[in-house]
């Protein structure tokens, strides 16, 4: 199985699912906004043949690739089942489970994508600098929804760590970087997880 990522983007949360789950890999680092005749550039041709919109992160195990971050989680839960990065519970915990990761996709994580877009990732004469008040409106409001979904325990379901904290830990991570108001109790949730020794090891692949 092989995970082609870059440092801190989305393929961290691949890259932290494979370690939780003692599967064996491969880490190829790939770079991003580069010129399409470096050969590590998500722009190479041989990368756009694997992923065509040259992002990170994609999966190929056997004659399968993969493309979204969170098929590829849901990939890695799957074929290492004693790993319970997709919690063993009853049908109503696991849509809780479901609930939150989409959550965290559609309503957390897309004001810091929004941001990351007008800063860096378009080009430069489609960049809103305005719209950075609205990203933080969005997450603001994003954040009260989720005090409102998650509970006060240690994990986000079933007591136990899963797909839905890496998630959690790498977004607000992600919020931290790009200077989000992130409350405390969400700092330390960061914190809390990212001290998991697989997490450290994730740390150690990509710096
Ligand atoms: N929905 C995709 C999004 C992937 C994505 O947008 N990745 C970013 C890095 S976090 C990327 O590769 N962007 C390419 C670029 O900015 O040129 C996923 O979750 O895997």
């Given at each position: 199985m092989k995970l082609y990522g870059m440092q801190q983007s989305r393929s961290f949360r691949c890259l932290w699912g494979l370690e939780e789950s003692g599967l064996e890999y491969e880490y190829v680092p790939i770079k991003l906004?580069?010129?399409?005749?470096?050969?590590?550039?998500?722009?190479?041709p041989a990368y756009l043949a694997i992923n065509v919109q040259g992002k990170v992160p994609t999966l190929i195990d056997g004659e399968m690739t993969l493309t979204e971050s969170v098929a590829i989680l849901n990939y890695i839960a799957r074929k290492a089942p004693e790993s319970r990065l997709i919690p063993n519970t009853d049908l109503q915990t696991l849509a809780k489970h479901d609930e939150l990761v989409s959550f965290v996709l559609a309503e957390l994580e897309q004001p810091l994508w929004s941001k990351g877009k007008h800063m860096f990732a378009l080009p430069e004469e489609q960049r809103?600098?305005?719209m950075f008040e609205t990203a933080k409106f969005e997450f603001d409001k994003a954040v009260r929804t989720l005090d409102y979904l998650?509970?006060?325990?240690?994990?986000?379901?079933?007591?136990q760590f899963s797909i839905v904290d890496i998630l959690l830990a790498q977004t607000f991570n992600w919020a931290i970087r790009f200077e989000f108001d992130v409350p405390q109790k969400y700092a330390d949730l960061r914190d809390r997880h990212y001290d998991r020794p697989a997490a450290k090891r994730t740390m150690n692949l990509i710096s």
């Open positions: 906004r580069t010129e399409a005749e470096v050969a590590d550039s998500a722009q190479n809103i600098p305005q998650l509970g006060e325990n240690e994990f986000a379901v079933a007591n």
